[in-house]
């Protein structure tokens, strides 16, 4: 028997520049951190402020999903040491001047446990996921019942009263596993 103590971390994946190689890769770079107990499905969005056009002059469309990973690991240390480890392994490279500029991977932790914490510059739970569906749809596929400390609605209400609206695609052609 271990005295290991688990945490549940659930992390938001998203990339326009060449996701079908790099969502994958972060997934599998998040594998070293702990085990991977739930994969969401891959979701085709807009980028961000670009309204409901399927492509925009400037930006390509962004892939989104997300990670369940049971981890020994703190909150803290993962946003601070494990996150922007994969990020740069990855190519991540931000732009100061355009928060939601294109990017190879972006990982974020959405939920950690059942907690509401703040941790470097993040506020858990994330307060995107009550406003984009991108972030909450796929989370709510990894635990739909999860009930939001901060809002108390299930992931799944949540997903449900923003998907109809926000023009996401399903892209079953890109396995994360």
């Known amino acids: 028997m271990s005295d290991r103590r688990w945490n549940r971390a659930y992390l938001s994946l998203g990339s326009n520049i060449e996701p079908e190689r790099n969502l994958p890769a972060a997934v599998r770079e998040l594998a070293a951190f702990g085990r991977t107990a739930a994969i969401s499905r891959v979701w085709e969005s807009v980028p961000f402020g670009c309204g409901d056009r399927a492509s925009d002059r400037f930006a390509h469309n962004f892939l989104n999903a997300a990670v369940l990973l049971e981890t020994e690991l703190s909150a803290q240390a993962l946003c601070v040491d494990a996150v922007p480890a994969v990020e740069r392994r ?45 972030v909450a749809v796929p989370l709510a596929e990894l635990d739909p019942e999860y009930l939001l400390p901060t809002a108390d609605r299930s992931l799944a209400e949540i997903a449900a009263a923003l998907a109809p609206t926000a023009g996401l695609h399903l892209r079953p052609d890109v396995p994360l596993r």
């Open 90 to 134: 990855l190519g991540r490279v931000r732009d100061p001047h355009n928060k939601n500029g294109a990017r190879t991977i972006d990982v974020d932790l959405s939920l950690f446990n059942r907690d509401v914490l703040t941790v470097a510059h993040r506020k858990i739970p994330d307060p995107e996921i009550l406003t984009r569906a991108f």
